[in-house]
């Protein structure tokens, strides 16, 4: 994950940031992003966490041409959309992909804002703030996962306890 995705995944505002404000922001992210709280909360903390290790040794000015604004609450609202549909979740750098049986659930994902890459037969999810495009040619799913990193999420049914 490039500093600058992961700072903005961690809802860090522009200007100096130290190691100290780093912190303080993955608190308050794994707070608010707790499987315990978030029914998409286990792919999220997967994200917060991959975004501290990125930026945790950062510390300098951070500025993006992007607003960092409600970054990680988009992805948390199209990871929570799809939750519960039995599709295999991959999160690559800050994008999600979706694999599976996805044809079935095809007008769920495109309301939730994921759309259909027809050369990886998958669908992805990425904020619209990031529109950055890598040597402007096309990459398989394996030259993604090798340069962002790859965590799959197996997704299970969530019991809970009631009183």
């Avoid at 992003?33 to 286990?42: C, K, M, S, V």
Wanted: charged content about 30%.
């Amino acid at each position: 994950m490039r500093i600058e995705e992961a700072l903005k995944l961690l809802n860090l505002p522009e200007g100096n940031v130290t190691q100290d404000d780093i912190k303080a922001a993955y608190r308050r992210a794994a707070f608010k992003y707790h499987p315990d709280r978030n029914p998409a909360g286990l792919e999220m903390m997967q994200m917060i966490n991959a975004a501290y290790d990125a930026a945790k040794d950062f510390e300098g000015n951070f500025a993006t041409t992007a607003s960092t604004e409600n970054f990680s609450d988009k992805i948390n609202d199209a990871l929570n959309a799809i939750f519960g549909l039995n599709l295999a979740i991959e999160i690559c750098g800050c994008w999600v992909w979706v694999t599976g049986d996805t044809r079935t659930h095809r007008e769920a994902l495109k309301a939730a804002g994921y759309k259909w890459s027809p050369k990886k037969t998958a669908w992805y999810f990425r904020a619209e703030e990031d529109k950055k495009t890598w040597y402007n040619k096309s990459h398989t799913l394996d030259e993604i996962r090798f340069k962002y990193g790859s965590q799959s999420v197996v997704e299970k049914e969530r019991q809970r306890i009631t009183a």
